[in-house]
């Protein structure tokens, strides 16, 4: 018998033919694998760009680090300012709580309880609250009338709001008022707008206008 008719000889033959296809299909995954452990690495170890949507409502593209994350740009303190000027100095008699409250909590914690002492009043000094609501009155501010100006050369950032506040029913210019915030850094994990009420500066406010109206010192918070 031929080597070529050997029983033995053809299952070897056809043996070694499967290990050498087995061979290369695990080379070929291993190296597959490795690509892909590669691509992976490299694309964990650039930096990351996300789309971030401000306060303002428009979205940005931004490199995800702490730094560029948290860091206000000026769309978004103009928008936070606004926001924060409506609810400050609308003095609507059936919002003033909801107002204040949603105020305070945009305040560093020195200036929110100052802030707090102010608004609750004492035994001889009504408080803003009480004040604001025996008034019985609807008013509004349209955020589109505002006008702001946004300094973020020193720091704290310095913010100028002049707006007017109309009175629901009123035909009149309505009452003017002025404010000049100063913002601080805040952690987005705690304050999603990243920014925080550091010191206020009002003039017309509902602070001072609504008490002084009553004869009480006005509550301006320096």
């Known amino acids: 018998m031929s080597a070529s008719e050997s029983r033995f000889v053809a299952i070897w033959a056809s043996h070694e033919a499967r290990a050498r296809l087995w061979f290369r299909l695990f080379l070929l995954t291993v190296t597959g694998l490795g690509l892909s452990l590669i691509t992976t690495i490299r694309v964990w170890t650039r930096p990351r760009e996300v789309i971030r949507i401000g306060c303002d409502g428009i979205p940005q593209v931004v490199t995800l680090d702490s730094a560029a994350y948290s860091e206000p ?52 000094t009504p408080g803003i609250i009480t004040v604001i609501q025996k008034l019985q009155r609807r008013t509004q501010i349209d955020p589109a009338t505002l006008e702001i100006q946004v300094d973020k050369r020193p720091y704290p950032w310095k913010v100028k709001i002049k707006g007017v506040r109309q009175v629901v029913g009123d035909t009149g210019p309505g009452e003017g008022f002025d404010l000049e915030l100063d913002l601080v850094r805040a952690s987005r994990e705690e304050h999603l707008e990243g920014l925080l009420i550091w010191g206020i500066r009002a003039k017309g406010d509902p602070i001072d206008s609504v008490l002084a109206s009553v004869g009480t010192e006005g509550g301006r918070i320096p």
């Not at 926001?83 to 560093?108: G, H, K, Q, T």
């Open 73 to 124: 740009n000026e769309r978004e303190i103009r928008g936070f300012a606004t926001e924060f000027a409506v609810f400050y100095a609308r003095s609507d008699s059936y919002s003033i709580l909801n107002d204040l409250v949603w105020c305070a909590n945009r305040m560093a914690p020195e200036l929110r309880d100052r802030f707090k002492r102010s608004v609750r009043g004492g035994p001889q």
